[in-house]
């Protein structure tokens, strides 16, 4: 989760960055963060006009009824080296955008809420006592972290990630698209690769943007299952006796098959006594426990892998507490609240419930992995492999072999190189539909007062 607050070395401060000279540096390690690839890719890969277009929302002054300064009163933050860290920075277009990053290079780019006020004038506002500084507009937001399912993957821990546990990550996507999409009716969504563990998603529609602090808690609320912490055996509670139709809908469209496919294929959790004591504690009947425990570690040795162990297993639990769920109602969504548990969408609600936030840009590169941050269809998320993400090192590689290039709009070439695609894609399949509907918004919105001038006057 992003700081919200400027750290003490001071909000304002500004640095000097040092001029690159050497516009093609010898590649040592071809894993490794550069900040001389940095400045490179700043200086030709980062899609600035997109970014500008995109946070626009169609205010480009072409249109009756655009706010100008709608870009300026947007709240940027730069991570730069050394952990320096400038907030509330705000640019009039594009161009003052674009020179500020590659002045800068800042290892990380944060962007926050658009603001009453221009955010980088906001001192002289207060001074003046005729304003107020407050968020006015902001995306809903949503981070997704595979840190936080540490406890139901064995394949890896911490900030490591692979092909067993990304797809938690996929299904996370599918189901809060669906929802986003159906219960809500948002259309303009991106999601976005978070460069290292996990994803980002952006609710672009306008109505989304507009959303009160009290809104986006309930949106955010309405996706909660989790009950528990990681003290409790039993983290996720289903109440009633039937499941929300959004929680049914998920479970029958995603977690189910998930759950006893691809998770058991790649996790095999009830393949040891570690793994199934974990499982058996989310049971609350302890004769259930007991018995279950008894059958898997008096059960003979077995050829079986450790998959079809673990399928035989989950078969096993299944049936003993359908069989007995009349007598305890206790256990009636058992079943369902251990696949929930494994499968169900972790989300960090904080970052979606206030406007003031910031969440990682698209296109930025993570200093870790050194992987770019690109957008993912969710049409397609299915195909989305994170170590096939593009890296710095990949990129500048190709810029020096005399690669293709992808800073040419409508280029075929620039479709082939490795940013290409996705560039292609964020400006096809989410900037172009989007523009259109806020072009829509605003003229829309401008002729209804129009309207309403006339009618003031027609008395």
Known sequence: MTREEPE???EDMMIDA????????????????NVHY??????KLFPYTDIHKWLSYGHDGK??????FYFGRREFSFTLENDVYLRYKSFKNASAMEDAIKVNFPYKIDIGAVYSVDPDKRHAYAQSGTNVFTPVERELVFDIDITDYDDVRYCCSGADVCSKCWPLMTVAIKVIDTSLRED???????WVFSGRRGVHCWVCDVKARRLTNEQRSAVAEYFRVYKGN??????????GHSLHPFLARSYVDFLKDFFEGELQANQSIFSSKEKYEKILEMISDEDIQLELREKWENAARSSLSEEATSLARWEQLKNTLYSKKQKAPSLRMCVEEIVFTFTYPRIDLEVSKQMNHLLKAPFCVHPKTGRVCVPIDPKKCDEFDP????????????????????????????ERSLLGKSVSFFRSSFLEPLLKSCKEDIESSHKSNIDKSKDSFSW
């Open 18 to 33: 040092p001029k690159f000279t050497n516009p093609k540096p010898r590649i040592e390690n071809p894993d490794e963060f």
């Open 38 to 43: 940095l400045r490179i890719y700043y200086g």
């Open 8 to 10: 003490t070395r001071g």
């Open 230 to 239: 990681e003290n409790n055996a039993r983290k996720v509670a289903l109440m």
């Open 184 to 190: 809500f009716g948002f259309k303009h969504i991106l």
């Open 63 to 68: 249109h009756p009824g655009c706010d100008e």
């Open 387 to 414: 170590l096939a993400v593009p890296t710095l090192s990949q990129l500048i590689e190709e810029i020096n072999s005399g690669g293709l290039k992808m800073d040419v709009d409508d280029d075929d070439e620039s």
